[in-house]
Every structure is written in C-alpha cells, then in structure tokens.
C-alpha cells in the first residue's frame, strides 16, 4: 500500500501496553495511516479512557499492571451502546490465552513482534463498521432531536417499521435491508433545517453525507418524496428508494387520506398484494393511531 494511502483516515483507536516502545511502533504506524491514537499503559486507566471517551478500536497486550488484558476486553464488551472491537496483541499466544481472550470478546489475535501490514489490513476492516455505527448514532441522535421538536416522535422508527415489511414483498434483505432501515428511521432528518426554504430530503441528504456516513443512504433519503419517480441508479437502488417511497406514503398519505391510495391503485401504481398490504397496515393505524394507549 502506497505511503500516502490513509486508510484509517479519522478513526480513533486507543492502544494500551505497558512496552511504551512497543506502543510507540504501533501508535507511529497507524497515526501515519490518518488514526486519531490515544495509548494507555495500564489496564485501569484503559477503562477509564474507555469509559469517558468514543473509540472506533481498542488494540490492546494481555499483560498489563492493574488490570489485564482478559478484564480490559471483558468490560468493552459489557458495556451498553456502541460495540467497540478488540485487536489482543501478546507475545504471550499459546492456545489457552487466545481461548480466553476470543471469550472475554476479542474479535482478532495477534502474537508479538506483529505483522504490521497484517494488522493494517484487520484494523481497517474491523474498525470502519464500528466507525460507520458512531457516525450512525451521531445523526439518529440529531434526528431525535428533530422529531422531539417537532412532536412526532417514533416517525423514523415507524416507517423502518413499514419498510422491513415491504422489503420482503421485493426479496430484499442483507445488506440492501440494511441501507433500508438506516434510510428510513433518517429520511427525515434534513427537517431539523426546514427554515432555510430548502427541500428537507435534499437538506438531509447533505447531511448524511457530510456526516460522513453512507452515500447510498443519502441518496435514498435524497429520493423518498419523489413517488412513483426514481433516479436513473442500478435496479437494486431502484427498488430501495421505491419501498422507502411506499413506506412514506403508507405513514404519512394513504392513512389520513384513502383516497389518494385508491387513485394510486387505479393508476396502476401498485400491485394487487402491495395494495393488500397496505389496506391491513393503514386501517390498523386508523384503529390504533400512534401514541394511543
């Protein structure tokens, strides 16, 4: 990989080792590849780092003073929120440790003196979910605020809903669901800004982006109110953005007015067992408004 290659461009990884020279080599090697690097040399003061901070990665040796390895990987893994991955690096790799490590939580072990190149490669891959999830947590939290303001709290989380449940009339799961549901709890985040003038979708869609978080979320929230229109992307987009389009439509149209459904059904715009679906969905939400007891 060339020199000026930053893989781990603003990940943050604490590295804790009682060895400062070894910690020293490693935290020089990833700060080179763009991480944020925070070291600790014992064990306590590695939970108390973790404890007060966000970390994309914790790389950490099993012998240290306080508190070990085994305990430090343990309490990462026990604490609530946002899971963090492990990386044990020991020169201590007989089979009993890597057993106990991989069971206090460790999501990969390397012995001592580590291959560096090896460990870039795992680093990245183990730290980019963690630090797409931060980034996530970040713009839901936004959102919240939004629909508290707002006073329609739970919206997001009701289309996600609806959106899970559309998506296996289309054969869609993995990571296509995935993109799905994270689109549809933020498909309105962009309201946060609405006395700007501008469109929400378009406003959340640059936010999205500029958080930094997946472009393929953003172009489906970028997308959302444009039914029965979709953007010239690959099919599989296509059919993302036309659930998230229904699942909208379902929440916010076709239940206060179920006659815009029925134009839509004689239109040809949806098929008989989408329609079906909707008719159950929309007339138990007239029984059963949201917030009702």
């Known amino acids: 990989m060339p020199d000026h290659v930053r ?63 085994f305990v430090v990987t343990e309490h990462v893994k026990q604490r609530t929120g946002m899971p963090v991955p492990v990386i044990i690096v020991s020169a201590f790799a007989d089979k009993q440790n890597r057993i106990r490590a991989f069971e206090a939580g460790a999501d990969a072990f390397f012995s001592k003196p580590v291959d560096l190149q090896e460990l870039l490669l795992v680093t990245g891959n183990l730290s980019a979910h963690s630090c797409l999830q931060h980034r996530f947590t970040t713009l839901q939290h936004l959102n919240d605020v939004m629909e508290q303001h707002r006073q329609i709290g739970g919206h997001g989380e009701r289309v996600r809903e609806i959106s899970t449940a559309l998506a296996g009339f289309f054969d869609v799961s993995g990571d296509g669901l995935f993109l799905l549901q994270q689109a549809a709890i933020l498909h309105d985040l962009g309201k946060i800004g609405e006395a700007s003038g501008r469109p929400h979708w378009e406003t959340g869609a ?3 982006s500029a958080g930094g978080y997946l ?18 992307v690959p099919q599989h987009l296509q059919t ?54």
């Open 240 to 293: 993302l953005i036309k659930i998230l389009q229904l699942a909208e439509r379902i929440v916010e149209t076709y239940n206060l007015s179920p006659g815009d459904f029925q134009n839509d059904v004689n239109k040809g715009l949806l098929p008989q067992n989408i329609a079906g679906f909707i008719m159950s969905t929309t007339s138990e939400q007239r029984r059963y408004p949201a917030g009702a007891p």
């Open 7 to 69: 893989p781990l461009d603003g990940r943050k990884i604490l590295i804790v080792d009682d060895d400062r020279n070894s910690s020293r080599l490693l935290a020089d090697f990833l700060h080179a590849k763009g991480a944020v690097i925070v070291c600790e040399n014992n064990g306590i003061d590695a939970i108390r780092r973790i404890d007060d901070g966000i970390f994309d990665l914790v790389i950490l040796d099993l012998r240290l003073p306080e508190e070990n390895g």
């Open 215 to 232: 472009e393929k979320v953003a172009l489906l929230v970028r997308h959302h109110h444009d039914f029965p229109d979709v953007p010239d």
């Open 206 to 208: 640059e936010m999205i």
